[in-house]
C-alpha cells in the first residue's frame, strides 16, 4: 500500500522506515530539510538502536523516499501524523502548532476514501475536531497512538504490545460505515502484526486518544510510588531496592516501572501528565487527576534531593569541588536530551557552585548544544579525572560495569552516588568507595 509519515522525529523516522519494512511504499514528509536530507541518504538523524539497518533495509527495497514536500502525500492511501506535541512554553498544555500546521499542509492532497491516521499523542478532543475539517475531502480520521519506547521503538513498531484504532462512532457507539472501512485498511497496513497475534482493541476517538495518555499517566504514576517510596526507605534506614524485588513479586504489581532513583524524564512522561492535567481542568474534571500534580512533584523532588545527597556526602558543600555526572540522556540507548534528570542535576550542581564534568556514550552533542555552560568529556574515566564525587545519572551498560578499583585510581575522592540504584553497594565499598544512593541506607 502506498502510504505517507508526516512528521519524522522520533516516531515518524522509525514509523516510516518500519511501515517500508513491511512491505509498504512509504514516502516520509517533514519540513526539516537536514532531516530528510539525511534519512534519504540512509542515515538515522538521532541514536536508537535497530533504526539505521531498518533504513537500510528499507531502501533496498526501493520502497522509501523522504521529502520536504506535502504535496508527495497526493496518491497515498492512508497518511500517518506522527508530528511531536511538545510542552506549551509557561504552561502545562501541549503545544498542537505542528499537528495543525501538518493537518492543514495535508488536506489539499486529500483524496476520498484516504485515510488520515492521527499516532500523535493529543489532548482528548482533538481528534474530533479534525475529522470535522475532514469531511468536505472524503477522507476519514483514524486515531492510532503510538506507545513506542525510545531505545526500543524499531522492535515496538513492528512487534506492538497492542494495536489500538479510534474509529468514527454513530450513536449507539458503533463504528459507522466509514469507520468499518478504514479499520479494514488499517488491518492491511498492519497485517504481519495482526497475523503475529497483536492484540486490537477498536473503539472510538476520545477513547483512544485518552489511551496513550492514561498509560503514560499510570506508568509515571508507579516510578513516583517507588520514588515516595525511597523517601520513606532514606528516613527509615529502609532500602527501596529490595522492597521494590519484594512488592514486584505481586504478579498485580510486577517489578517493571518500580526502579527508584532520578526519576522519570524524556519527550514523553513529563509532558504528557502535564497535557493531561490542562485537559481534564479544561473539562471541568480536574480533581480527577489532582494526584498527577504529586507524582510529577515527588518526581522532580528527587532531582533536589540528588543535589542534597551530594553537599551531604562532600561536608555540607559543593562549591568548588569538581563532580563527574555519567549520563546525559533521560535514559540509555538513547541520545534524546528533553527533560533529562541527568542534564537537571548536573545543571543544578553547577549553578550552585561545583565544576561539573558530563559525559555520555551518544548523547554529548544533544547536551553540549543545550547547556554549553557544562564541561564534557568523551569517557567516565575522562569525566572522573580528579573529580571529588562522582553521579551515576543515566544507567547505559558500560557505567553499571565500572571497575570501582580501576576508576578509584584516577579520582580525588572515592564518593560515589548512584543515581539509578544499578551499582552493587558492597563492591564500590569494598573498594574504598562512600557508597551512597536515593532511597537506600
Ligand atoms: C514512554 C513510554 O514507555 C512509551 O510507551 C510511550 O510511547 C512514550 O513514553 P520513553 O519516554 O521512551 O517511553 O521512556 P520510558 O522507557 O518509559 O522511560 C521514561 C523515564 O522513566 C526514563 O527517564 C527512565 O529513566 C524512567 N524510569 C523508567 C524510571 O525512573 N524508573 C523505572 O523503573 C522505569
Redesign the pocket.
Known sequence: MRVSVIGCG??GAVHAASMAQLGHEVVGIDVDAAKTDLLASGTAPFYEPGLPEALAAARATGRLAFTTDPAAAAGSRVHFLCVGTPQQHGEFRADLTYVEDAFAALLPHLAPGDLVVGKS?VPVGTAEALAQRLTTTGATLVWN?????????VQ?TLHPDRLVYGLPTDAEGEPTADGARAAAVLDEVYAQPLADGTPLVVCDYATAQLV?VA??SF??T??SF??AMAELCESTGADVTRL?DAIGYDDRIGR??????????????PK?IRAFMARAGELGVDQALSFLREVDAI?MRRRVRMVDLAREVCGGSIVGLRIAVLGAA???D?D?IR???ALSVAAQMQLQGAHVTVTDPQALPNARAAWPGLAYADTAEEAAADADVVLLA??WPEYRRLDPAALGTVVAHRRVLDG?NVLDPRAWRAAGWTYRALGRP
Open positions: 522520533y516516531l499523542t497512538p503510538e506507545f513506542l519506547r525510545e531505545g526500543f521503538a515496538d496513550k498509560a503514560n506508568l509515571a508507579k516510578i517507588i520514588n521494590a517493571r516501572f518500580l526502579n527508584a532513583g532520578l526519576g522519570f524524564g524524556g519527550g514523553c512522561l504528557d518526581n533521560f535514559k540509555p538513547s534524546d527533560d533529562s534528570p543515566t544507567e539509578r
